[in-house]
């Protein structure tokens, strides 16, 4: 069974207070929270504020996603915000390793994101540090985009890599993520689904949580 984790980015944020109470209430595993500078992505979102009224808001897990550049600037405000785990582009990390090492001891878990156009084969060296890679199953920025159906190889390749090593890294899948699409994507080796739109977008967000979370 795959852990479902809708993305705020869709969430109404005149209203986040009530939307974090129906995810506390709903089948959500965790929260994602997806943090953009309009530099490594073309936009932005929220940060640390935000981060910290939604950790007292829920005692869910805080899945950090970091889309900026420079993010060891970072961290260590957003473990103090409460982060659980935190989530940095290899593409945005000239030295990956020590940014791995800066986020465990810090305390939470690290999570390396790979753009659509980067293979999973550059993962090789840093997989056996990390906790969770975040595929991204859309070009980064924007929510309510259509899954890259390149993203299955791309899952496949990276369950292999992880199972061939005797690993236990969580595959976690980003963009895109719908009703119709969800079980090949879990079938393909995906652990955890990002919702966005999806969620928040539907007419019944728990109803929705509750079907993605129950597809077999």
Request: hydrophobic content about 45%.
């Amino acid at each position: 069974m795959a852990l479902i984790a809708p993305s705020l980015l869709s969430a109404n944020f005149l209203q986040l207070e009530t939307e974090c109470k129906m995810l506390n209430d709903s089948q959500a595993d965790w929260f994602h929270l997806d943090v953009m500078d309009g530099r490594f992505v073309p936009n932005i979102s929220f940060g640390i504020p935000v981060i910290e009224h939604i950790r007292k808001a829920t005692s869910k897990v805080c899945d950090v996603h970091l889309m900026i550049l420079e993010p060891e600037r970072y961290a260590e405000a957003f473990a103090r915000a409460g982060a659980d785990h935190l989530t940095v582009h290899i593409e945005a990390c000239t030295h990956l390793h020590r940014n791995i090492q800066q986020i465990r001891a810090l305390g939470m878990k690290a999570g390396v994101a790979v753009n659509p156009h980067t293979p999973v084969a550059l993962l090789e060296d840093i997989i056996g540090d990390i906790d969770l890679v975040c595929l991204m199953s859309v070009n980064p920025g924007f929510g309510g985009q259509s899954f890259i159906p390149r993203t299955l190889e791309k899952i496949r390749a990276l369950r292999q890599m992880i199972d061939d090593n005797g690993l236990n890294v969580q595959i976690e899948i980003d963009g895109g993520v719908t009703l119709a699409n969800a079980k090949e994507i879990i079938d393909a080796g995906a652990d955890v689904l990002v919702a966005g739109n999806t969620v928040f977008k539907s007419d019944n967000p728990v109803r929705m949580i509750d079907a993605l979370k129950n597809i077999r």
